[in-house]
């Protein structure tokens, strides 16, 4: 009878503890990446084959996914699958984990939990600068959004992005007749088919990122006009080409020169094309695009035919090697029409699978010398964030992930924090376990239903051991009475 109080009393311990952690799961079951406790229980020790009573055999955390719920809101973050963010503490340096996603930019513009500690991970870093000048950062004079591409290798991600200052108010006529001719037309046209030409080239190289790949050459083909002056002798007289199934030709003006001259400043005038002849009379015809194929055919004078000699063939390239070409192009293309040119490559390398090298994550792209505009628009995708500076958008950061050997000993310190239990395990990368969406956060995955249900079970078992105890108290009255 004493053992029946005392079977009683486990019960009531035991399932007070179970009722206030069920409690505990549906007043949570709104708290964002909320994980249910669940309680285990064990009999105690027997005695004669008698038990002696129950307890409490463990509180663990359910880490199954919740669901998650789209916000919209450019920080908000959540992982499907596997994981937890790593998060700093700055008041006591210690490292916790979390799988809330509810984020913001703290004052010094660096990605933070609601609450203030730090969310770790992988920031960029400028890797390549091309400039015209000694500008290492846009500023508003580069008016002009000329490319901007984001790029996922097999180790590594990356953002491409180039400005130009405004192109169509510095351009004006420049060269000689016959040589390096070029109008202020001429020169726009040109830089806006080599601008077509590098987001061709980015798009490229996006669809299959290999560094360092190989350089693209341009096309130079040369036609020996020699006897032009013994050719051409009267208003009659012309010389002529096809370019692209085009007819280009110019009638004799003035005197030979000057007609051989003209008809090179002609072809110049074409787009992506550059024309030039020399004294002799060697007409050199230079495709600007590198890696273009420029179909010239039917030279002659007075129907005359003349053969042509390609110099330098075309050559594509591949990878960055033909990026870098394309973009060579287009940057002496602007610097020919007074303008200036800067891309920029943002860069950030897979994490290792100790996650060495994380730290604390700006977000302000004056601070990240990449723009003199302090704020961007934000946003996550797959874990990466991205700032968008008109119409740029500069590849800025990467939220990492970790998983444990044994993640269910990780133990709550509230806030939705977890630290290292004795048991968990060295975090490690975890970033091929999940997805992390941007724009929407992981629900509690609290089931009310299942723990209204458990409330229920766990209030009847506490009023049963109490009815135990009276029970065995009753007995131990009885016996009592008895004796008397």
């Known amino acids: 009878m004493i053992s029946g109080l005392w079977n009683g009393v486990s019960g009531l311990n035991t399932f007070e503890r179970a009722l206030t952690t069920q409690s505990n799961n549906v007043t949570n079951s709104n708290t964002i990446a909320h994980k249910t406790d ?6 105690m020790m027997y005695q004669s084959r008698y038990g002696k009573g129950v ?10 996914q919740g669901s998650v719920k789209i916000t919209n809101n450019p920080l908000d973050v959540a992982i499907e699958g596997s994981g937890f963010f790593v998060v700093l503490d700055t008041n006591d340096d210690k490292t916790y984990y979390s799988r809330a996603g509810n984020l913001k930019m703290g004052t010094d513009g660096t990605l933070e939990t609601i609450d203030g500690h730090k969310i770790l991970g992988s920031s960029s870093t400028i890797s390549n600068i091309t ?13 002009k959004s000329i490319a901007s591409e984001l790029i996922s290798g097999t180790t590594y991600d990356q953002s491409i992005n180039a400005k130009s200052t405004n192109y169509n108010q510095t351009a004006v006529d420049s060269g000689v007749s016959g040589s390096d001719f070029k109008t202020a037309g001429g020169k726009v046209s040109n830089i806006n088919v080599l601008i077509a ?33 013994t050719q051409i002798q009267d208003d009659g007289s012309f010389i002529e080409v096809y370019v692209e199934g085009d007819l280009i030709r110019q009638y004799f003006d003035t005197d030979q020169q000057t007609t051989m001259n003209k008809f090179a400043d002609k072809l110049s005038v074409l787009k992506g094309i550059d024309g030039s002849v020399d004294s002799n009379g060697l007409l050199s015809i230079t495709t600007l695009i590198p890696g273009k194929d420029v179909r010239i055919t039917s030279p002659a004078i007075n129907n ?35 303008a200036k040119f800067l891309e920029m490559t943002n860069f950030i390398p897979y994490a290792d699978n100790n996650l060495s090298s994380i730290g604390q994550m700006q977000l302000k792209l004056d601070s990240l010398n990449i723009s003199e505009n302090v704020f961007g628009t934000l946003s996550v995708e797959n874990g990466l964030i991205y700032a968008k500076d008109d119409n740029n958008t500069f590849l800025i950061g990467r939220i990492e ?25 060295t975090p490690q990368n975890a970033n091929s376990l999940n997805k992390i969406t941007g724009g929407a956060i992981e629900l509690s995955n609290t089931n009310l239903s299942d723990d209204l249900v458990d409330l229920m079970v766990y209030q009847r078992a506490y009023q049963s051991s109490s009815k135990s105890i009276t029970t065995a108290d009753e007995f131990l009255k009885t016996a009592i009475e008895l004796k008397k």
């Open 38 to 43: 669940v309680i285990s229980f064990e009999d």
């Open 55 to 64: 307890n409490v055999q463990a509180v663990e955390k359910n880490f199954s």
């Open 131 to 143: 400039s015209s000048d000694d500008t290492t950062q846009f500023n508003s004079n580069y008016t």
């Open 197 to 229: 030409d590098y987001n061709e080239k980015l798009k490229l190289y996006s669809a299959n990122p290999v560094i360092p790949g190989t350089s693209s050459t341009s096309q130079v083909n040369q036609i020996d006009f020699s006897d032009f002056a």
């Open 304 to 338: 005359r035919g003349y053969g042509i000699y390609e110099s330098t063939k075309p050559v594509l390239g591949s990878g960055q090697a033909m990026v870098n070409s394309s973009r060579d192009a287009l940057k002496t293309a602007l610097e020919n029409a007074d």
């Open 401 to 425: 992930t970790v998983n444990f050997p044994n993640p269910d000993s990780l133990v709550p310190q509230g806030s939705t924090l977890y630290s290292i239990g004795s048991d968990t395990g």
